[in-house]
């Protein structure tokens, strides 16, 4: 029988091509620039982080995450099958009965690959991926028979050389697409590559549940600042971007993608994968960057990515939302690769668009984003008598006062915030004049020497004074003092100190009962979730307590939480400003209409100012602060003797 | 940040830190009862502006140091009782609570005062020269008086410091007794204080020093001067410059205050706080020139009344601070609005000047279009809350000041409001004021209600004449009619109106009568709209008389207003003329015969003219509501136990069916602008 000597053969063939194939594409990616992991902590780790946290964001969607279980598992289990039964022919009828079984399983969840197929959303990349459930149930099928003999169903030679032949078509090219595509760039790459990336992923601490949102840092000495070409990316960020399985729930989620602006994150990691590999993008099989043709990429792995390969204006779209991050299933870091390109363009080209250069030289000048009088930086606070560090030197709460400070708008914020903090009697004190931007927006434009220099310097100042905690109204601020600041400390670790966003500080103090709140007063309320609080920093509920604390029941929006829609504000996206179809806070705004909201809680200013800037009629806009601030019941100090004995009751 | 800026760099006074560059300049409020106490109404008043984000107020304009210098005419702060103190402190916490600062004017008014009342005192003045507007007349302070006096400066300052006041401004302004020391025309003295320029300074600082030796280094010690007292014979805008820079050399005073022009004359006291004739700041190019020679901040009020001219002014640099006081009678959260981007939201003083004309008769201050304002102690509100009761649908009829004034409480407090104007715009009678000449800013008052009206989501229906049915068909909640009324023309038949012989003084304001060659104006009223009409048809080119039965024509307006008119209609040759009945109206030929009768005399005079202009106030339009009466549940009664205590209607709690009928403003009986949006406040507030 032909396929007696014949199917070792081809199993045997598809391994080492396999193995060929695995060879060659890890040498695109050892092209790119040196990083250190724990590659051997990293593969042991890496079973786990595929089928526990992987599994928990695909999870998300039941009926893709249990196709895939039943697929890839299927899959796993029959390969090493296939390898024993066939390959070793290993006479075992339990093995064959296993592999029976595997390959039903394989086979099913084929079944729900195909018929998710038949009708794919316009996020789904087309092209090969529509072959995939053809290979998978050929490939299960094709062995499923394969093994009925083994397993003693069936006789020995049944079915004569005809079938024989249709299975052998089935085989070859099952093990094409399944084994040896998998290393020469099918769409099974992503099992492949995917695997690998989680073992050697850039940031481990997100495994197990851990979060890591925190840009790394440049090294300033270094010959090209930032990423000029494919391999000037780390080897393993060129090894994320292979992971792609182009679900396009990046695209799905992405707010200038849905703005009609050039950016499509999936696309994105497409094209990086075009620069890796060299190549054009005209087989690219799924939805292009808004108003830019397909076809006309053309990159290489040392050619500069943005002539040619992607218009820098698709680099300028992003918000730095981090949206597309939250839903990729392959846990690729888009933002990051955004901002290493980003990096190339200011540090090395000045090439930041719009009020991107104005932002920056203001930053370098005066310290703040619109080039105010840094001696102004207090005006707003004129008739709020607060201590300042620099006299006090010690309090349990610093306020970080943040850029808002120049803003009529965000000082309402703020002021609201003081009238919170005196009404709870906190202990706390302003930097005043020796408070710097915090250096968000020059990371996020790519200038990470000036966000350095602001991080560095801040972090002098913070380093004069004692306090427990750093209160901000500013998740922007908030992001970087708690996550980014870290590596400019002198310790390499970071301060001494714990960052809360006003609303975790606030809620904190309402359930300690320091504050006490009338009900609010007035219609139906929503929640936007500031990307920097929730999807960077993951706190969701502390807002939400204090609405409920406000005695407000949330018509949530669809997208909130996790998947809450940016408001168009972050990543300097205002400043950098590129045309699109509509804008992002008019999106957001209909978000928040769809639900019959006549006032938005944020707790960001920069929501504020965006939201704010969406045409009237629509709904207010106001910070959680300010809700509580209208709901304080402001109690005249009690006589001593009352509080003592208030004290000794409770 | 915003283009207003430059309003919210804070700038220090002495160790004060001032917020903002808006100041509330003195004023004579005539709220302190009490003997001059700053009371609930008082604190009130000012916590508000506080409130509203207001930098500095410096209160009690002309709060009086010593008992020799009447307060009770006009309610003034009394600072020469330790009594004063712990009233001071009231005031200092409600504002110093929203970040603001408080300090008060100090003065002995000298002169210019009355002395036939309170303690009968002998009104004091270096050179015992009589002052005109108040006709008071006075003795020559003798030495031990001055000494007595400066002393009062000095004790004064020192309560107004233990009261936990930021400081105090020493009125040299307005003819009070400093500059009464340093204008030769009033200070004839040849002793040590007066003759020379340094005699006549001494008394001015003399008080200064005193003062500045009684409360220390640090607490804020300012003065207020003019700029130039507009008379040959009195200070010009040089001699205040050498004034400025010789108080300023001594380094004992913290700011100016520079107002233009004296005021112990009716015709210069019109210039002091400038009514809707003058254009903006008329008088800033003084205060610049004041900041020219003295080091410390200058601060200006005259006339600044929106943001966007404030920002001009100190973006310039002419001055420090700009004084914005009607503006803050108006609207005492202006600042908060500029700061919440709701500019368009300002209820802009339109320089009527009702304030201060009122003050001037020495009855309390209120702002002709914000019944709120200095109310805030009986619970007017200048923000109208939400109601968390009954939404209702209400129906105004009458887009007037009183009706778009119900029309925007109802709407702020929730309600779904449906407005009726017969004409094709909004502005009732207010329209017609506008169109005369000078005073075409009174249309701010109705224009910044139907802006409200409009942001508010009322439903307006203009050119719709309201009747029964509508009313019934719109199946209202409230109806509140406004209408209004109409010009009183047949009160005499013998004047002809019915017969074409003599028509409105609104036929000619409005256009729909041509001017006529030669007009004869008989005007009973002697307000405004008399003088209007004789301003606007002599601007016309008609020859004007302009004839009252009262004691003179414009009689019933302020002593900031008819100057204005006064000014207009003499050099327009308009002839006024006293104490003169219109008996008869009757045609000859193609000419009109007026019969004047004089009230006193009983002689009657003959006038051949070619029109005959009556102003005789108006009659209610009281049809609508007579119809609607009836079926109404409350038969068109207001409770006015409720009404004045500014409490709800009590019908509003009661339970029933139909509507409940009010009316309010001239639809009642004629009264004035303020009148009807009081009403419509004071109803609709609690809707």
Not at chain 1, 308 to 336: F, K, Q, Y
Not at chain 2, 195 to 218: D, I, Q, S, Y
């Given at each position: 029988?032909?396929?007696?000597?014949?199917l070792?053969v081809l199993?045997?063939?598809?391994?080492?091509?396999?193995l060929?194939?695995?060879?060659?594409r890890?040498?695109?990616?050892r092209?790119?620039?040196?990083?250190?992991?724990?590659l051997?902590?990293?593969?042991?780790?890496?079973p786990?982080?595929y089928?526990?946290d992987?599994?928990?964001?695909v999870?998300?969607?039941?009926?893709?995450?249990?196709?895939?279980v039943?697929?890839a598992?299927?899959?796993v289990?029959s390969?090493l099958?296939?390898?024993?039964v066939?390959?070793?022919?290993?006479?075992?009828r339990?093995?064959?009965w296993?592999?029976?079984a595997?390959?039903?399983?394989?086979?099913?969840?084929?079944?729900f690959?195909?018929?998710r197929?038949l009708?794919?959303?316009s996020?789904l990349?087309?092209?090969?991926?529509?072959?995939?459930?053809?290979?998978?149930?050929?490939?299960?099928?094709?062995?499923?028979?394969l093994?009925?003999?083994a397993a003693?169903i069936?006789?020995?030679?049944f079915?004569?050389?005809?079938l024989a032949?249709?299975?052998?078509?089935?085989?070859a090219w099952?093990l094409?697409?399944?084994?040896f595509?998998?290393?020469?760039?099918?769409?099974?790459k992503h099992?492949f590559a995917?695997?690998l990336?989680?073992?050697?992923?850039?940031?481990?601490?997100?495994?197990?549940?851990?979060?890591?949102?925190?840009?790394?840092p440049?090294?300033?000495?270094?010959?090209?600042?930032?990423?000029?070409?494919?391999?000037?990316?780390?080897w393993?960020?060129?090894?994320?971007?292979?992971?792609c399985?182009q679900?396009?729930?990046?695209?799905?989620?992405?707010p200038?993608?849905?703005?009609?602006?050039?950016?499509?994150?999936?696309?994105?990691?497409?094209?990086?994968?075009?620069?890796?590999?060299?190549?054009?993008?005209a087989k690219?099989?799924?939805?292009?960057?808004?108003?830019?043709?397909?076809?006309?990429?053309?990159?290489?792995?040392?050619q500069?990515?943005?002539?040619?390969?992607?218009n820098?204006?698709?680099?300028?779209?992003?918000?730095?939302c981090?949206?597309?991050?939250?839903?990729?299933?392959m846990?690729?870091?888009?933002?990051d690769?955004?901002v290493?390109?980003?990096?190339?363009?200011t540090?090395?080209?000045?090439?930041?668009?719009?009020?991107g250069?104005e932002?920056?030289?203001?930053?370098?000048?005066t310290?703040?984003?619109?080039?105010?009088?840094?001696?102004?930086?207090?005006n707003?606070a004129?008739?709020?008598n607060?201590?300042?560090m620099?006299d006090?030197k010690?309090?349990?709460?610093?306020?970080?006062v943040s850029d808002?400070?120049?803003?009529?708008?965000?000082?309402?914020i703020?002021?609201a915030?003081?009238?919170?903090l005196k009404?709870?009697g906190v202990?706390?004190?302003?930097?005043g004049?020796?408070?710097?931007?915090?250096?968000?927006?020059?990371r996020?434009?790519?200038d990470?020497?000036?966000?350095?220099?602001?991080?560095?310097?801040?972090?002098?100042v913070?380093?004069?004074?004692?306090?427990?905690?750093?209160?901000t109204?500013?998740p922007h601020?908030?992001h970087v003092l708690?996550?980014?600041y870290g590596?400019?400390?002198?310790?390499?670790?970071?301060?001494?100190y714990?960052?809360?966003?006003h609303?975790t500080?606030?809620?904190?103090?309402?359930?300690?009962?320091?504050?006490q709140?009338?009900?609010?007063?007035?219609?139906?309320?929503?929640?936007?979730?500031?990307?920097y609080?929730g999807?960077?920093?993951?706190?969701?509920?502390?807002?939400?307590d204090?609405?409920?604390?406000?005695?407000?029941e949330l018509?949530?929006?669809e997208?909130?939480?996790?998947?809450?829609?940016?408001?168009?504000?972050?990543?300097?996206?205002p400043?950098?400003?590129?045309?699109g179809?509509r804008?992002?806070?008019?999106m957001r705004?209909?978000?928040a209409?769809?639900?019959?909201?006549e006032?938005?809680?944020?707790?960001?200013?920069?929501?504020?100012?965006?939201?704010?800037?969406?045409?009237?009629?629509?709904p207010?806009?106001?910070?959680?602060?300010?809700?509580?601030?209208?709901?304080l019941?402001?109690?005249a100090?009690a006589p001593?003797?009352?509080?003592v004995?208030?004290?000794?009751?409770s | 940040m915003?283009?207003y800026d430059v309003?919210?760099?804070p700038?220090?006074?002495n160790?004060?830190?001032i917020r903002n560059?808006?100041?509330s300049?003195?004023?004579?409020?005539?709220?302190?009862?009490?003997?001059?106490?700053?009371?609930?109404?008082?604190v009130?008043?000012y916590?508000e502006?506080a409130?509203?984000?207001?930098?500095?107020c410096?209160?009690?304009g002309?709060s009086?140091v010593?008992?020799?210098?009447?307060?009770?005419?006009?309610?003034?702060v009394?600072l020469?009782?330790?009594?004063?103190?712990?009233?001071?402190q009231?005031?200092?916490d409600?504002?110093?609570?929203?970040?603001?600062?408080?300090?008060?004017?100090?003065t002995h008014?000298?002169?210019r005062?009355r002395?036939?009342?309170?303690n009968?005192v002998n009104l004091?003045?270096?050179?015992g020269?009589?002052e005109?507007?108040h006709r008071?007349?006075?003795?020559t302070i003798?030495?031990e008086?001055?000494?007595?006096?400066?002393?009062d400066f000095?004790?004064?300052?020192?309560?107004a410091?233990?009261?936990?006041?930021?400081?105090?401004e020493l009125?040299?302004?307005?003819?009070?007794?400093?500059?009464q020391?340093?204008?030769?025309?009033?200070?004839?003295?040849?002793d040590?204080?007066?003759g020379?320029f340094?005699?006549r300074?001494?008394?001015g600082?003399?008080?200064l020093?005193?003062?500045?030796?009684?409360?220390?280094?640090?607490?804020a010690v300012?003065?207020?001067i003019?700029g130039?007292?507009?008379?040959?014979d009195?200070?010009?805008?040089?001699d205040m410059?050498?004034?400025?820079?010789?108080?300023d050399?001594t380094?004992?005073?913290?700011f100016?205050g520079?107002?233009?022009?004296g005021?112990?004359?009716?015709?210069?006291?019109?210039?002091?706080?400038?009514?809707?004739?003058?254009p903006p700041?008329?008088?800033?190019?003084?205060?610049?020139?004041?900041?020219?020679?003295?080091?410390?901040?200058v601060?200006h009020?005259?006339?600044i009344?929106d943001?966007?001219?404030?920002?001009?002014?100190?973006e310039?640099?002419?001055?420090?601070?700009v004084?914005?006081?009607?503006?803050?009678?108006?609207?005492?959260?202006?600042?908060?609005?500029?700061?919440?981007?709701?500019?368009?939201?300002?209820r802009?003083?339109?320089?009527a000047?009702?304030?201060?004309d009122?003050?001037?008769?020495?009855?309390d201050?209120?702002?002709i279009?914000n019944?709120?304002?200095?109310?805030?102690y009986?619970?007017?509100?200048h923000?109208?809350e939400?109601?968390t009761?009954?939404?209702?649908?209400?129906?105004?009829v009458?887009g007037?000041?009183?009706?778009?004034?119900?029309?925007?409480?109802?709407?702020?407090?929730?309600?779904a409001?449906?407005?009726?104007?017969?004409?094709?715009?909004?502005?009732?009678?207010v329209?017609?004021?506008?169109?005369a000449?000078?005073?075409?800013?009174?249309?701010?008052?109705?224009?910044?209600?139907?802006?409200?009206?409009?942001?508010l989501?009322?439903?307006?229906r203009?050119?719709?004449?309201?009747n029964?049915?509508?009313?019934?068909?719109l199946?209202a909640d409230?109806?509140?009619l406004?209408?209004?009324?109409?010009?009183?023309?047949?009160?005499?038949p013998?004047?002809?109106?019915?017969?074409?012989?003599?028509?409105?003084?609104?036929?000619?304001?409005?256009?729909?009568?041509?001017?006529?060659?030669?007009?004869?104006?008989?005007?009973?009223?002697?307000?405004f709209?008399?003088?209007?009409?004789?301003?606007?048809l002599?601007?016309?080119?008609?020859?004007?008389?302009?004839?009252?039965?009262?004691?003179?024509?414009?009689?019933g307006?302020?002593?900031?207003?008819?100057?204005t008119?006064?000014r207009?209609?003499?050099?327009?040759e308009?002839?006024?003329?006293?104490?003169?009945?219109?008996?008869?109206?009757?045609?000859?030929?193609d000419?009109?015969v007026?019969?004047?009768?004089?009230?006193?005399?009983?002689?009657?005079?003959e006038?051949?003219v070619?029109?005959?202009?009556i102003?005789?106030?108006?009659?209610?339009n009281?049809?609508?509501?007579?119809?609607l009466?009836?079926?109404?549940?409350?038969?068109?009664?207001?409770?006015?136990?409720?009404l004045?205590?500014?409490?709800?209607?009590?019908?509003?709690?009661?339970?029933?069916?139909g509507?409940?009928?009010?009316?309010?403003?001239?639809c009642v009986s004629?009264?004035?602008i303020?009148?009807?949006?009081?009403?419509?406040?004071r109803?609709?507030?609690?809707?």
């Amino acid at each position: 029988m032909i396929l007696d000597w014949l199917l070792p053969v081809l199993i045997s063939a598809s391994l080492v091509l396999a193995l060929a194939g695995a060879f060659k594409r890890a040498s695109l990616w050892r092209a790119g620039q040196p990083e250190s992991v724990n590659l051997l902590a990293g593969l042991m780790a890496m079973p786990r982080r595929y089928l526990v946290d992987l599994h928990h964001v695909v999870e998300r969607d039941k009926y893709m995450s249990n196709t895939h279980v039943a697929t890839a598992g299927g899959f796993v289990l029959s390969m090493l099958l296939i390898i024993l039964v066939h390959l070793f022919g290993l006479e075992s009828r339990w093995l064959a009965w296993a592999l029976l079984a595997s390959s039903v399983l394989m086979f099913t969840g084929a079944v729900f690959v195909f018929r998710r197929r038949l009708n794919p959303p316009s996020r789904l990349s087309k092209g090969p991926w529509m072959r995939l459930p053809k290979s998978l149930l050929m490939f299960s099928a094709s062995f499923f028979i394969l093994t009925l003999p083994a397993a003693g169903i069936l006789p020995e030679a049944f079915g004569g050389w005809v079938l024989a032949l249709i299975l052998l078509v089935g085989v070859a090219w099952g093990l094409s697409e399944l084994v040896f595509g998998m290393t020469w760039g099918g769409p099974m790459k992503h099992a492949f590559a995917g695997a690998l990336h989680l073992a050697f992923h850039r940031r481990p601490e997100r495994f197990n549940g851990g979060r890591s949102t925190g840009l790394k840092p440049v090294d300033l000495q270094a010959r090209v600042l930032g990423v000029e070409k494919p391999t000037d990316f780390k080897w393993n960020q060129l090894l994320g971007f292979d992971a792609c399985v182009q679900c396009g729930k990046c695209e799905a989620v992405c707010p200038a993608y849905a703005a009609g602006q050039p950016l499509n994150p999936k696309k994105l990691i497409q094209d990086m994968v075009i620069g890796l590999a060299g190549g054009t993008d005209a087989k690219f099989a799924g939805s292009p960057y808004p108003g830019i043709e397909l076809g006309h990429a053309v990159g290489g792995p040392s050619q500069t990515i943005t002539e040619g390969l992607v218009n820098s204006d698709t680099l300028w779209s992003c918000t730095t939302c981090r949206a597309c991050v939250e839903e990729c299933p392959m846990m690729i870091e888009h933002v990051d690769a955004i901002v290493d390109m980003r990096r190339f363009l200011t540090m090395e080209k000045g090439n930041t668009p719009n009020k991107g250069a104005e932002v920056l030289e203001n930053l370098i000048a005066t310290d703040n984003p619109n080039g105010f009088d840094p001696g102004g930086r207090m005006n707003w606070a004129a008739d709020q008598n607060l201590p300042l560090m620099a006299d006090v030197k010690e309090a349990e709460v610093l306020f970080w006062v943040s850029d808002g400070a120049f803003d009529m708008r965000s000082q309402r914020i703020l002021r609201a915030f003081v009238k919170v903090l005196k009404a709870a009697g906190v202990d706390f004190a302003v930097l005043g004049d020796e408070e710097r931007d915090s250096g968000d927006v020059a990371r996020r434009l790519g200038d990470d020497a000036t966000f350095q220099s602001l991080a560095k310097r801040n972090i002098a100042v913070l380093n004069k004074y004692r306090f427990k905690r750093i209160v901000t109204t500013d998740p922007h601020a908030f992001h970087v003092l708690k996550n980014e600041y870290g590596d400019f400390y002198p310790n390499g670790k970071g301060g001494d100190y714990e960052v809360l966003h006003h609303t975790t500080f606030i809620n904190e103090l309402v359930q300690q009962g320091r504050l006490q709140l009338d009900a609010f007063k007035g219609g139906t309320v929503t929640y936007h979730d500031p990307c920097y609080l929730g999807r960077y920093n993951g706190e969701y509920d502390s807002p939400r307590d204090l609405l409920k604390a406000l005695g407000i029941e949330l018509a949530e929006m669809e997208r909130s939480g996790f998947r809450s829609r940016c408001c168009g504000g972050g990543g300097g996206a205002p400043i950098t400003d590129i045309p699109g179809e509509r804008r992002i806070a008019d999106m957001r705004m209909e978000d928040a209409r769809a639900v019959g909201a006549e006032l938005v809680a944020v707790g960001c200013q920069q929501c504020t100012a965006m939201l704010e800037g969406v045409v009237e009629p629509r709904p207010v806009i106001k910070d959680i602060v300010e809700l509580v601030s209208e709901a304080l019941i402001e109690r005249a100090p009690a006589p001593k003797a009352a509080r003592v004995a208030e004290e000794l009751m409770s | 940040m915003s283009q207003y800026d430059v309003l919210f760099q804070p700038l220090k006074i002495n160790q004060l830190t001032i917020r903002n560059r808006v100041v509330s300049t003195a004023h004579a409020e005539v709220y302190a009862t009490d003997g001059g106490m700053t009371t609930d109404r008082y604190v009130k008043y000012y916590e508000e502006k506080a409130k509203g984000g207001c930098g500095l107020c410096i209160c009690g304009g002309s709060s009086v140091v010593s008992i020799d210098s009447p307060q009770s005419w006009w309610s003034s702060v009394n600072l020469s009782t330790d009594r004063i103190i712990p009233h001071f402190q009231n005031l200092a916490d409600a504002v110093h609570k929203h970040g603001g600062k408080i300090m008060i004017q100090i003065t002995h008014m000298g002169r210019r005062s009355r002395w036939d009342g309170e303690n009968w005192v002998n009104l004091m003045s270096p050179s015992g020269i009589r002052e005109p507007v108040h006709r008071a007349t006075c003795k020559t302070i003798e030495e031990e008086d001055i000494w007595r006096v400066i002393g009062d400066f000095a004790k004064a300052a020192v309560r107004a410091k233990e009261g936990g006041l930021d400081g105090v401004e020493l009125s040299a302004v307005h003819q009070h007794m400093i500059d009464q020391f340093w204008s030769p025309r009033v200070n004839k003295r040849t002793d040590k204080w007066g003759g020379t320029f340094e005699n006549r300074m001494r008394f001015g600082m003399e008080v200064l020093k005193a003062v500045r030796e009684a409360v220390g280094r640090e607490f804020a010690v300012g003065m207020r001067i003019t700029g130039d007292e507009f008379h040959p014979d009195g200070l010009n805008h040089e001699d205040m410059k050498q004034i400025a820079a010789y108080y300023d050399a001594t380094g004992l005073l913290d700011f100016f205050g520079v107002v233009g022009s004296g005021c112990d004359t009716h015709n210069t006291l019109a210039n002091v706080i400038p009514n809707m004739s003058y254009p903006p700041e008329p008088f800033l190019h003084l205060a610049a020139g004041i900041k020219e020679v003295v080091k410390v901040p200058v601060i200006h009020a005259q006339n600044i009344k929106d943001p966007n001219q404030a920002k001009r002014i100190l973006e310039a640099g002419y001055v420090d601070f700009v004084g914005m006081t009607r503006a803050h009678i108006a609207d005492p959260h202006f600042i908060a609005k500029v700061k919440a981007n709701q500019v368009d939201q300002i209820r802009q003083c339109v320089g009527a000047n009702y304030c201060i004309d009122r003050q001037y008769m020495g009855l309390d201050v209120l702002c002709i279009q914000n019944a709120a304002t200095s109310r805030e102690y009986t619970g007017m509100p200048h923000i109208i809350e939400k109601t968390t009761g009954t939404k209702r649908k209400v129906v105004v009829v009458g887009g007037g000041p009183g009706g778009l004034e119900a029309a925007r409480v109802a709407a702020e407090r929730g309600h779904a409001v449906t407005l009726i104007e017969r004409a094709d715009e909004l502005g009732g009678q207010v329209t017609i004021a506008a169109r005369a000449p000078q005073r075409d800013q009174m249309a701010g008052i109705t224009r910044w209600l139907a802006m409200e009206v409009e942001r508010l989501g009322v439903e307006v229906r203009l050119g719709t004449t309201a009747n029964a049915d509508m009313i019934k068909d719109l199946k209202a909640d409230v109806v509140i009619l406004a209408t209004g009324g109409r010009p009183f023309m047949e009160q005499n038949p013998h004047w002809g109106a019915a017969e074409g012989l003599s028509v409105s003084s609104w036929d000619v304001i409005n256009g729909t009568v041509e001017p006529g060659k030669s007009v004869l104006i008989y005007d009973t009223i002697c307000e405004f709209t008399g003088m209007s009409a004789a301003d606007y048809l002599s601007s016309k080119g008609s020859l004007v008389e302009l004839v009252t039965d009262d004691i003179k024509p414009g009689v019933g307006i302020g002593g900031t207003t008819f100057p204005t008119y006064y000014r207009s209609l003499y050099e327009k040759e308009v002839i006024m003329t006293s104490d003169m009945l219109l008996e008869k109206v009757y045609r000859e030929g193609d000419k009109l015969v007026a019969v004047l009768e004089n009230e006193y005399t009983g002689a009657q005079e003959e006038r051949v003219v070619d029109q005959v202009v009556i102003e005789n106030g108006t009659r209610p339009n009281e049809e609508l509501y007579y119809e609607l009466k009836d079926a109404s549940r409350n038969k068109g009664q207001i409770d006015n136990e409720t009404l004045f205590a500014g409490q709800a209607q009590p019908i509003l709690s009661e339970p029933g069916e139909g509507m409940i009928l009010w009316r309010l403003g001239d639809c009642v009986s004629q009264r004035n602008i303020h009148a009807a949006i009081y009403d419509a406040l004071r109803l609709c507030k609690d809707l």
